[in-house]
């Protein structure tokens, strides 16, 4: 019902469109998505302090109901199982799953018929996509179960995070609405304060403060390209909102100098989110901002090493029965961590998201730079508003620069020395380029580097 309701409003004006939205915000999201989110609710109140051996437990569980399923009812899988001669029941336990290959972008774009499951009604799924940042995006389904769990996921988080019923939530994100010039929108149903955050000037960003001062919101939600242009614009012009408990990122990398900046702006922590539109792996932070806790009750994440140093994250989502991800490839990099976090909770903690590997710049001497080591060159240059990073070809890095008024030939220059200083590459060419804007994905997003090469072909 829900995917019919989302390809109903897709082809009505927007106008009509927004006013259904709000009227479909009233329903309770117990109403909403159904029996699946409620289960999921109870579940987390449960498994919040379960201990180590029974997560664990529970989540092989899931694993073996996944893998049968997969093996009785999605063709694609049938056929890997045959090939490489494994049974469902040589997969009991996570380690298991190394006796499979990994599912790849580019098998699911070939072989998308055949990941369908095929009793699973196309009534309870719907399509989603990625928003190919980089690369072509890719077409996928999944099940309304799935997202009922993503929903539950999220309120979970608030939850760890001191949510109580009547706290509002400011959402900065990439909404847009009917009216080109409305900069925010006051859903009354979930007390969501949801903000256009396409394109903003001085003007828009001063109504966007007011209406921040106005609400009182108790947390912010955010992509973190959004709220650095919005808590340096604070910042500059001295202004500031009431007390929050947490401002909450998701969707890209969290670097250390949005960090730093929004809990200066907001004097209020900033607490991460990790998934991935696919579902096939959940993590986020808690109160403690100690590390990223992997919901198992949702996924098995692996942290497959693979260059550098450096660990990929492979997913297995253990609640996707429409279209199912199994050991799949997200290109995201993490850091495994190896300790419990101070909270108490049990579930394994990841030390560190570290982006995807197509933020890596790879020089001509085949040197590899991190993101966040290109993050820091921008620390302290205050007349620079955003920035993006291309990596061209092996030689060329381009600087996309939008500034708050004038780039100083001072600013120019700080920049290319502290950009060279963590390149050390000689040959390597750094063009400074001067925008009026960085245009978003269609999800919104501003990724800070987009490599253009083929890393493996380098490296």
């Not at 993101?371 to 030689?395: C, S």
Request: with cysteine.
């Amino acid at each position: 019902m829900r995917g019919f309701l989302k390809y109903l409003l897709s082809n009505v004006p927007a106008p009509v469109a927004e006013w259904a939205k709000l009227a479909y915000d009233c329903i309770p999201p117990s109403v909403r998505y159904g029996k699946p989110y409620r289960e999921a609710v109870a579940l987390f109140k449960e498994s919040d302090w379960w201990d180590r051996k029974t997560l664990v437990a529970y989540q092989e569980q899931l694993l073996r109901d996944v893998i049968h399923h997969c093996y009785a009812r999605v063709p694609y899988y049938r056929e890997v199982f045959d090939q490489w001669e494994v049974k469902p029941d040589d997969i009991t336990r996570v380690d298991d799953l190394k006796k499979l290959p990994f599912l790849t972008k580019e098998i699911v774009r070939k072989r998308k018929d055949d990941l369908r499951a095929r009793d699973v009604s196309p009534l309870n799924l719907e399509w989603d996509k990625t928003s190919g940042t980089t690369g072509a995006p890719l077409d996928f389904q999944i099940d309304l179960g799935t997202r009922a769990m993503e929903r539950a996921l999220a309120l979970r988080q608030l939850l760890w995070l001191g949510y109580e019923k009547d706290d509002i939530i400011a959402e900065i994100k990439e909404d847009s609405f009917a009216d080109a010039e409305r900069v925010w929108r006051y859903f009354p149903g979930t007390r969501h304060l949801r903000f256009a955050f396409f394109s903003v000037d001085d003007e828009k960003l001063d109504r966007i403060v007011q209406a921040l001062k106005q609400f009182r919101p108790s947390f912010i939600k955010a992509f973190p390209s959004s709220l650095y242009i919005l808590a340096r614009w604070m910042e500059r012009n001295k202004r500031s909102i009431g007390p929050i408990k947490y401002v909450i990122t998701s969707s890209e990398n969290l670097y250390p100098s949005i960090k730093d900046q929004a809990e200066r702006t907001f004097r209020a922590r900033v607490i991460d989110h990790y998934g991935q539109n696919e579902q096939v792996a959940h993590a986020f932070q808690c109160a403690e901002a100690n590390g990223y806790h992997v919901q198992t009750e949702q996924c098995v994440m692996e942290l497959v090493p693979v260059r550098g140093g450096e660990c990929e994250i492979v997913g297995t989502s253990l609640r996707n029965l429409g279209m199912p991800f199994i050991r799949y490839k997200t290109g995201d990099l993490a850091a495994p961590g190896d300790a419990l976090c101070p909270c108490g909770r049990e579930h394994p903690v990841i030390s560190q998201i570290k982006g995807r590997e197509g933020d890596i710049i790879v020089t001509p001497e085949r040197r590899i730079i991190a993101p966040v080591a290109m993050d820091y060159a921008f620390y302290h240059l205050e007349e620079i508003r955003e920035a993006q990073i291309i990596q061209e070809d092996i030689n060329t890095l381009r600087i996309k620069i939008v500034s708050w008024e004038n780039l100083s030939e001072t600013t120019r220059e700080a920049l290319t020395k502290q950009v060279h200083s963590y390149l050390q590459s000689p040959t390597m060419r750094v063009i400074l380029e001067e925008v009026d804007e960085i245009p978003r994905t269609r999800r919104g997003k501003k990724p800070f580097i987009i490599s253009r090469i083929n890393v493996d072909e380098y490296i």
